[in-house]
């Protein structure tokens, strides 16, 4: 009773912290224990212990025989005790806790006066949410080829994931949303910045023990999981005192040349340096773990320039020029010196973790856990990588620190219940400076026909430091057949920002000509001019309370069933700021209705073979960038201007605007959301049909459903409705007449008082159908291989280039029925493979097989992926029709929206096939009884298959009325990185 006491206490104290996803970062056991006429016995005492981490817990079996023991460390060497008065004991050694899964222990006891009969176990490994369908997988990291160590590897071996064309960001199931990743249940996800995906942890990777990518079905305690969930579990210590010292290291011997660079191998050396200790305090009572990490190396980019319409095989096309000869060369040698240029990267590292464990059988396990981690990159990001398509100049020092605390308490309440508490802080900062571009227009920015010419930093100096105090508390109770999970989970978010977005201003052009023009002065033929004044400073903070109900009932012998509810409350900030006009700018509605319902059932046809379905609703949580546009939106903290050449006081390149007091009236772009805004949700489903092979080893075929509702739209309300229309002529490849294309036109603004003015609304919708076939092989701790197969197809309507972060524009002003196709994500088959061995033969030290595979461990992943799909696009050169001024030359409607070709549905073009080997090679060789070295040799991309990652999409352009087709459609413009390889020293003692 004192320890509930207490445990309410601690609770009721700490309300200015919040979520934790107590669900994460741990193991379950969970069972039934029955009698020899296979009822359930009740009253049976069952202990788990782990004598290397000093762990013991004691339940007790429901009425139905029923126990659970939730918040197990993952880790290897458990072992269950179970006695009951009448009865003869059994005990189960040698078990494994996968993190973020249930170890599911069937047993029989025999009558301790009987001698008919015997006991008997069987164990099997289940999702963590045992009775639904969740499509999840594991893996030990450091038994992984893991390119630069980052994570995003590990999460696109998972099933139904993918990385986007940039090889940045990785996408589960078609939804290109935020998804969460927990470290022991602390959220470490980075919302704040979604460029920066690959360093997202904030501990070294040395730190984790294992890494867990869940697709679908996730456990109820888990928020805003609209996309995956990355669930890693990091390193204890335990009661033998354990250290190592290692280093990686890379040189350019070691890689490959890039696909785009000319020849040039990009990447440089690297070194990352690293050691840990861990071992006891309190023998069986108190642990500790810590790791320490460098990096520290040199690399180069390439500044590339491939847009057709500028560059061809034999570089720079100067015959699409037409300026005149002075003024066309002068152009010329301004592009000339932005192409193929060789930009230093370096980057520096350094990251920390300790974790201090206490457990006690009377108080339950304790513990605490600090993490650091410091990034920089003092000549700009982007090491080892070929520009697209320009973009890369005037980056200076980038800086990204992580910093994390999380405590955790796990404790019995009573003989049939635990408890999971979780609490922690975890804080993103990241910094950026302008660099030189060494150009006359300075730090200006220029798109022409595409290409990013000038700066490719849209900010001069930019911070984002984000927080997130993060509590989180669950129940688990075993009562009956049920086994009923209680939770709540609050957060909150401080968000600071220094960075004004555009504040040095951006020239768009369609044409060689134009641009060579406007670059000799006095005349204005560029397309758009935007720019951003305003306050650079601001803070915000975002709040979120989550509570949960779940039940998992053993309704048959054969039949479990699930059912809960979710509920989450965003609270988001509001701003001190509106507009006149537009009253909701700055107004953030925040939804009251983001309930879901759980549900899910197991049906055992046989032993062996299990039916499983589950389906939920999940939501997206809303994107600190986007919160941050909509909070601006009234455009008076910053005002976002878009200038046509033909307005009144429009500049002349390469001039830009002091403030918005001499920028041309009616030129302000204002932003808001419909009164009733809401988070967008997926309906998510799975069913299953599974097939144990042993009790470690499976195959299953799954039908995985997520259609997305409430997706983000906007819509430019300050277009007057059009009345005219217009029909362009489509010519072929050979000049003649090959179609035409009738749209009406928008000639003219509501107000002139205002340019843009996007109102964001809920009207998006999206599909994902899959069908995956996996399996899952594991052989004793020395054999694991698994792989998965995935047949999808993804649709939407929101496929178009964001307006504002996160919302799209649509082709003809907020029709976005108009859009619907293939997702920007739709990849149709994926094929995932991985494996470890580690040879163990029987035998003495006479046998010469025993000697020559003694040691060695052998790994790798393969994987083989369909082509992203892209959409093709019209260039549109200027004023289309005599008699009539098209509002925005950007679109061929002139409304500004996404200038997608309108006979064809969007993400129509496929370019390459992909497919990427890994391999890790390690040798473990004894130097004393105590201390060994193990040499490892990694290869990353073993077969160098550097596939497309991006095309070119200009399919036409649009000049007089005519569309024109343009060469090079579809053509490769980017591709994934090529081979490289590191090798190690690991000292071990």
């Given at each position: 009773?004192?320890?509930?006491?207490?445990?309410?206490?601690?609770?009721l104290?700490?309300?200015?912290?919040?979520?934790?996803?107590?669900?994460?970062?741990?193991?379950?056991?969970?069972?039934?224990?029955?009698?020899?006429?296979?009822?359930?016995?009740?009253?049976?005492?069952?202990?788990?212990?782990?004598?290397?981490i000093?762990l013991?817990?004691?339940?007790?079996?429901?009425?139905?025989?029923?126990?659970?023991?939730?918040?197990?460390?993952?880790?290897?060497?458990?072992?269950l005790?179970?006695?009951?008065k009448?009865?003869?004991?059994?005990?189960?050694?040698?078990?494994?806790?996968?993190?973020?899964?249930?170890?599911?222990?069937?047993?029989?006891?025999?009558?301790?006066?009987?001698?008919?009969g015997?006991?008997?176990?069987?164990?099997?490994?289940?999702?963590?949410?045992?009775?639904?369908?969740?499509?999840?997988?594991?893996?030990?990291?450091?038994?992984?080829?893991?390119?630069?160590?980052?994570?995003?590897?590990?999460?696109?071996?998972?099933?139904?994931?993918?990385?986007?064309?940039?090889?940045?960001?990785?996408?589960?199931?078609?939804?290109?949303?935020?998804?969460?990743?927990?470290?022991?249940?602390?959220?470490?996800?980075?919302?704040?910045?979604?460029?920066?995906?690959?360093?997202?942890?904030?501990v070294?990777?040395?730190?984790?023990?294992?890494?867990?990518?869940?697709?679908?079905?996730y456990?109820?305690?888990?928020?805003?999981?609209?996309?995956?969930?990355?669930?890693?579990?990091?390193?204890?210590?335990?009661?033998?005192?354990?250290?190592?010292?290692?280093?990686?290291?890379?040189?350019?011997?070691?890689?490959?040349?890039?696909?785009?660079?000319?020849?040039?191998?990009?990447?440089g050396?690297?070194?990352q340096?690293?050691?840990?200790?861990?071992?006891?305090?309190?023998?069986?009572?108190?642990?500790?773990?810590v790791?320490?990490?460098?990096?520290?190396?040199?690399?180069?980019?390439?500044?590339?320039?491939?847009?057709?319409?500028?560059?061809?095989?034999?570089?720079?096309?100067?015959?699409?020029?037409?300026?005149?000869?002075?003024?066309?060369?002068?152009?010329?040698?301004?592009?000339?010196?932005?192409?193929?240029?060789?930009?230093?990267?370096a980057?520096?590292?350094?990251?920390?973790?300790?974790?201090?464990?206490?457990?006690?059988?009377?108080?339950?396990d304790?513990?605490?856990a600090?993490?650091?981690?410091?990034?920089?990159?003092?000549?700009?990001?982007?090491?080892?990588?070929?520009?697209?398509?320009g973009?890369m100049?005037?980056?200076?020092?980038?800086?990204?620190?992580?910093?994390?605390?999380?405590?955790?308490?796990?404790?019995g309440?009573?003989?049939?219940a635990?408890?999971?508490?979780?609490?922690?802080?975890?804080?993103?900062?990241?910094?950026?400076?302008?660099?030189?571009?060494?150009?006359?227009?300075?730090?200006?920015?220029?798109?022409?026909a595409?290409?990013?010419?000038?700066?490719?930093?849209?900010?001069?100096?930019?911070?984002?430091?984000?927080?997130?105090?993060?509590?989180?508390?669950?129940?688990?109770?075993?009562?009956?057949s049920?086994?009923?999970?209680?939770?709540?989970?609050?957060?909150?978010?401080?968000?600071?920002?220094?960075?004004?977005?555009?504040?040095?201003?951006?020239?768009?052009y369609?044409?060689?000509?134009?641009?060579?023009?406007?670059?000799?002065?006095?005349?204005?033929?560029?397309?758009?001019?935007?720019?951003?004044?305003?306050?650079?400073?601001?803070?915000?903070?975002?709040?979120?309370?989550?509570?949960?109900?779940?039940?998992?009932?053993?309704?048959?012998?054969?039949?479990?069933?699930?059912?809960?509810?979710?509920?989450?409350?965003?609270?988001?900030?509001?701003?001190?700021?509106?507009?006149?006009?537009f009253?909701?700018?700055?107004?953030?509605?925040s939804?009251?209705?983001?309930?879901?319902?759980?549900?899910?059932?197991?049906?055992?046809?046989?032993d062996?073979?299990?039916?499983?379905?589950?389906?939920?609703?999940?939501?997206?949580?809303?994107?600190?960038e986007?919160?941050?546009?909509?909070?601006?939106?009234?455009a008076?903290?910053?005002?976002?201007?878009?200038?046509?050449?033909?307005y009144?006081?429009?500049?002349?390149?390469?001039?830009?605007?002091?403030?918005?007091?001499?920028?041309?009236?009616?030129t302000?772009?204002?932003?808001?959301?419909?009164?009733?805004?809401?988070?967008?949700?997926?309906?998510?489903?799975?069913?299953?049909?599974?097939?144990?092979?042993?009790?470690?080893?499976?195959?299953?075929?799954?039908?995985?459903?997520?259609?997305?509702?409430?997706?983000?739209?906007?819509?430019?309300v300050?277009?007057?409705?059009?009345?005219?229309?217009?029909?362009?002529?489509?010519?072929?490849?050979?000049?003649?007449?090959?179609?035409?294309y009738?749209?009406?036109?928008?000639?003219?603004?509501?107000?002139?008082?205002?340019?843009?003015?996007?109102?964001?609304?809920?009207?998006?919708?999206?599909?994902?159908?899959?069908?995956?076939?996996?399996?899952?092989?594991?052989?004793?701790q020395?054999?694991?291989?698994?792989?998965?197969?995935?047949?999808?197809?993804?649709?939407?309507?929101?496929?178009?280039?964001?307006?504002?972060?996160?919302?799209?524009?649509?082709?003809?002003?907020?029709?976005?029925?108009?859009?619907?196709?293939?997702?920007?994500?739709?990849?149709?088959?994926?094929?995932?493979?991985?494996w470890?061995?580690?040879?163990?033969?029987?035998g003495?030290?006479?046998?010469?097989?025993?000697?020559?595979?003694?040691?060695?461990?052998?790994?790798?992943?393969?994987?083989?992926?369909?082509?992203?799909?892209?959409?093709?696009?019209?260039?549109?050169?200027?004023?289309?029709?005599?008699?009539?001024?098209?509002?925005?030359?950007?679109s061929?409607n002139?409304?500004?929206?996404?200038?997608r070709?309108?006979?064809?549905?969007?993400?129509?073009?496929?370019?390459?096939?992909?497919?990427?080997?890994?391999?890790?090679?390690?040798?473990?060789?004894?130097?004393?009884?105590?201390?060994?070295?193990?040499?490892?040799?990694?290869?990353?991309?073993?077969?160098?298959?550097?596939?497309?990652?991006?095309?070119?999409?200009?399919?036409?352009?649009?000049?007089?009325?005519?569309?024109?087709?343009?060469?090079?459609?579809?053509?490769?413009?980017?591709?994934?990185?090529?081979?490289?390889?590191?090798?190690?020293?690991?000292?071990?003692?």
């Open positions: 009773m004192r320890k509930v006491c207490l445990l309410t206490l601690f609770i104290l700490l309300p200015s912290f919040a979520p934790a996803q107590t669900a994460a970062g741990s193991g379950v056991i969970a069972g039934v224990v029955r009698d020899p006429y296979d009822e359930g016995l009740p009253d049976a005492m069952v202990v788990i212990t782990n004598q290397s000093g013991s817990r004691t339940i007790y079996t429901t009425i139905d025989g029923v126990f659970e023991v939730s918040g197990l460390p993952p880790a290897s060497g458990y072992r005790d179970v006695s009951r009448g009865f003869e004991s059994l005990s189960v050694d040698d078990l494994e806790v996968p993190v973020g899964q249930t170890l599911h222990v069937e047993i029989g006891l025999k009558e301790a006066a009987s001698s008919e015997e006991n008997w176990h069987t164990v099997t490994l289940e999702p963590l949410n045992h009775a639904s369908a969740a499509i999840a997988s594991s893996w030990h990291p450091d038994r992984l080829p893991l390119r630069d160590r980052l994570w995003q590897d590990v999460a696109l071996l998972g099933t139904a994931a993918s990385l986007d064309r940039r090889n940045e960001r990785v996408v589960f199931r078609g939804q290109a949303v935020p998804y969460p990743a927990a470290m022991d249940g602390l959220l470490t996800s980075p919302l704040a910045q979604t460029a920066l995906p690959g360093v997202a942890l904030g070294p990777p040395a730190a984790v023990k294992e890494v867990q990518v869940v697709s679908s079905g456990a109820a305690g888990v928020n805003n999981a609209m996309g995956g969930l990355l669930n890693f579990a990091t390193r204890t210590g335990s009661n033998y005192v354990h250290g190592e010292v290692y280093d990686f290291f890379r040189n350019s011997s070691l890689v490959a040349a890039e696909r785009f660079s000319g020849g040039r191998k990009l990447l050396w690297r070194h340096p690293g050691a840990s200790v861990s071992g006891p305090l309190s023998k069986d009572h108190l642990f500790y773990f790791n320490l990490e460098g990096n520290l190396g040199h690399a180069q980019a390439m500044n590339r320039i491939s847009s057709p319409l500028l560059v061809g095989a034999g570089g720079l096309l100067r015959a699409n020029c037409t300026a005149g000869t002075d003024k066309c060369n002068s152009a010329a040698a301004f592009i000339e010196k932005q192409m193929d240029v060789i930009l230093p990267r980057q520096f590292s350094s990251s920390g973790f300790a974790r201090l464990d206490y457990r006690d059988e009377r108080w339950g304790l513990n605490l600090l993490g650091f981690s410091r990034w920089r990159w003092p000549d700009g990001m982007g090491a080892g990588q070929v520009a697209e398509n973009g100049l005037g980056q200076g020092p980038h800086a990204l620190q992580n910093s994390l605390v999380r405590f955790g308490w796990t404790t309440l009573g003989p049939f635990i408890n999971e508490l979780g609490l922690g802080l975890y804080r993103d900062r990241f910094t950026a400076k302008p660099g030189e571009t060494g150009l006359s227009t300075g730090s200006l920015r220029i798109n022409l595409g290409a990013w010419l000038g700066s490719g930093q849209p900010y001069g100096r930019s911070i984002w430091d984000v927080e997130r105090k993060q509590y989180g508390d669950q129940i688990t109770a075993n009562i009956g049920h086994t009923i999970k209680l939770g709540v989970s609050w957060h909150t978010s401080p968000v600071r920002i220094n960075e004004i977005n555009d504040a040095n201003g951006t020239y768009y369609s044409t060689l000509t134009d641009f060579a023009l406007d670059l000799a002065g006095g005349v204005r033929n560029y397309t758009l001019f935007t720019q951003r004044f305003g306050t650079a400073d601001r803070k915000f903070t975002n709040k979120e309370f989550a509570a949960y109900f779940q039940d998992a009932w053993r309704l048959l012998p054969r039949l479990s069933v699930t059912y809960g509810l979710r509920w989450e409350k965003p609270v988001l900030p509001q701003s001190r700021y509106s507009d006149t006009a009253w909701r700018a700055g107004r953030l509605p939804p009251n209705i983001d309930g879901s319902p759980i549900l899910g059932a197991v049906y055992r046809l046989r062996d073979t299990v039916v499983r379905f589950g389906g939920s609703f999940y939501y997206a949580p809303q994107p600190n986007l919160v941050d546009a909509l909070l601006l939106g009234s008076k903290e910053q005002t976002p201007i878009t200038v046509n050449r033909t009144t006081a429009a500049p002349y390149f390469p001039k830009v605007f002091t403030s918005y007091s001499v920028a041309p009236a009616g302000k772009d204002v932003v808001y959301t419909v009164n009733k805004f809401r988070n967008p949700f997926t309906v998510q489903s799975t069913l299953s049909i599974e097939q144990r092979l042993g009790r470690r080893s499976s195959v299953s075929l799954s039908y995985l459903g997520s259609p997305g509702r409430r997706l983000w739209t906007l819509k430019n300050n277009l007057t409705d059009p009345t005219t229309f217009r029909t362009y002529t489509i010519l072929d490849a050979a000049g003649n007449s090959a179609g035409s009738t749209t009406y036109v928008w000639l003219a603004r509501s107000s002139t008082a205002y340019g843009r003015v996007y109102e964001v609304a809920n009207q998006g919708l999206s599909s994902y159908n899959a069908l995956v076939a996996r399996f899952d092989v594991r052989l004793g020395d054999l694991t291989v698994n792989g998965s197969y995935t047949f999808s197809h993804a649709i939407d309507n929101v496929s178009g280039p964001w307006a504002i972060p996160n919302v799209p524009l649509s082709m003809e002003h907020g029709k976005t029925n108009l859009d619907r196709g293939n997702a920007n994500f739709d990849q149709r088959h994926r094929l995932v493979l991985s470890f061995w580690r040879p163990s033969l029987s003495g030290a006479s046998n010469p097989a025993q000697r020559l595979l003694e040691g060695w461990e052998h790994s790798g992943t393969f994987v083989a992926a369909s082509a992203l799909p892209a959409t093709p696009l019209v260039l549109v050169n200027g004023q289309q029709f005599s008699g009539i001024n098209l509002l925005y030359t950007t061929l002139g409304s500004g929206g996404w200038s070709f309108p006979l064809q549905g969007p993400n129509t073009l496929r370019g390459e096939a992909g497919y990427t080997a890994s391999m890790r090679l390690a040798r473990t060789l004894r130097v004393t009884e105590k201390a060994s070295a193990k040499l490892i040799f990694e290869v990353y991309n073993l077969l160098n298959s550097r596939f497309a990652t991006g095309l070119n999409t200009v399919a036409y352009t649009a000049t007089g009325g005519v569309l024109r087709p343009v060469a090079g459609l579809g053509t490769a413009n980017s591709a994934a990185p090529g081979l490289s390889a590191q090798m190690a020293l690991r000292i071990d003692f």
